[in-house]
């Protein structure tokens, strides 16, 4: 096999942990260039002495620098904010390229069905155009989305029919480490968060869609708790995208009975943000206040985001979370598939839980499509790869899968 070219496209916290595993991991990869507008971003690379590196300063916003940079390359990750994603996704189709995204291509949180029809039609004519040209989009292959997703296949896999499939993503402290009134830290985007924490979800109920809306995420009738042994103690459990997008992806839309995708928080967290919800703390809809407009979610960003309590020290812990629970049928009897990764920062590498289980992914999907693993082409999904291979390499990187399975009791909810 030749030496290849790779580009990444993004330096944040994910890209900075997907780089290390590729200068650890990709030995066939010849040239490595990393774009981003980062001050200091040569001087950083270059630190690294590794000599197939070459840095290049890049502003996204601007067309004809991402196809400068994209040009030519074996596979493109893209690691930049998500506005970036179909942009980026169009022209790698244009050049011929192949591209590992850990972004949504089809918003799943689109409510306008006109908007949702436009944008599956775009992503067809991709997958199309992706095709022709023998190349991959591998879209979603982050932790949530991707980790899970694969995870999900995998547990609908091991049963024969499906009634009840329930899945979990989430990063928060470990226990030890949950000491501040939020009982949370952060590890991604502040105003992602904020935002994340005033957006629609759908269930599935009795076998039918339930619209849950924004400021009802966190509310007590929608909210459950599960008790995971390796946590220390049980987590409160809120519903989080939309489920009817994912059981027409896998599949389920006409068969399964109960359905919800979760996030994760110690006890006492939903209570304060659905307060903080229905107060109108998280609103997006400017406020004019002593001569200034001021959006209320940026503002609890900035007020938490001043904070040393709300970020974690350096020998404290996150926790990555991806559970998927599948109830059904195997074998003519009821029957029940757990699966498990429960990941914690390393700290000798300093990178946090959600930097490897997103940033690793991205690295292990550009360097199964290099070598032939991933053959598919087109946009493929998390879902649609070779599962062993890639929780072997998940596996080497230390996150590790758990599966049990057992008898079923005919419990549909969580």
Known sequence: MGKKKLVQLGYGMQGKACLSDLLRTAANVEELVVADSTPGLEEELR???????????????????????????????????????????????????HLVSTMYLLNPGERDESAREAARKELAALDTLMKAKDRTILQEFGMDPGIDLAVGRHCL??????RAFHSYGAGFPERAAANNPLRYKFTWSLIGVMRS??????????GRAVWIPADAMFSAENTHRIDIPE????????????????????????????????????????????????????????LYVNGCDVIPAAFCAALLGSQEQFFYG????????????ARGMKDGKPWRVICQIVDRRNLETGFTAMQRTVGFPASIGAQMILDGRIAQRGVVGPEEIPFDAFRNELARRGIVMTQEEGSWDGKLEP
């Not at 904010?81 to 189709?93: D, E, N, S």
């Not at 896999?157 to 499906?162: G, H, M, P, T």
């Not at 006409?254 to 995708?261: C, F, I």
């Open 314 to 325: 350096k020998q404290e812990r996150d926790v990555a979370l991806i559970r998927t629970d």
């Open 157 to 162: 896999n091991c049963l024969d029919e499906v």
């Open 231 to 286: 946590m220390g103690g049980p987590l409160e459990c809120f519903p989080n995208g939309d489920s009817s997008h994912f059981a027409r992806a896998f599949g389920l839309e006409e068969t399964v009975e109960a359905m919800g995708r979760y996030i994760c928080r110690w006890p006492g967290h939903g209570a304060f943000w659905e307060t903080m919800a229905t107060c109108g703390f998280l609103s997006e809809t400017p």
């Open 47 to 97: 630190a690294l002495g590794d000599p197939r590196l070459r840095p290049v300063r890049l502003d996204a916003s601007k067309r004809e620098e991402l196809a400068a940079v994209m040009a030519g390359a074996d596979v493109v990750i893209e690691l930049l904010p998500g506005t970036f994603a179909i942009g980026v996704a169009k022209l790698a189709a244009e050049l011929g390229v």
């Open 197 to 206: 924490y005033l957006r629609p979800a759908v269930v599935i109920r009795n």
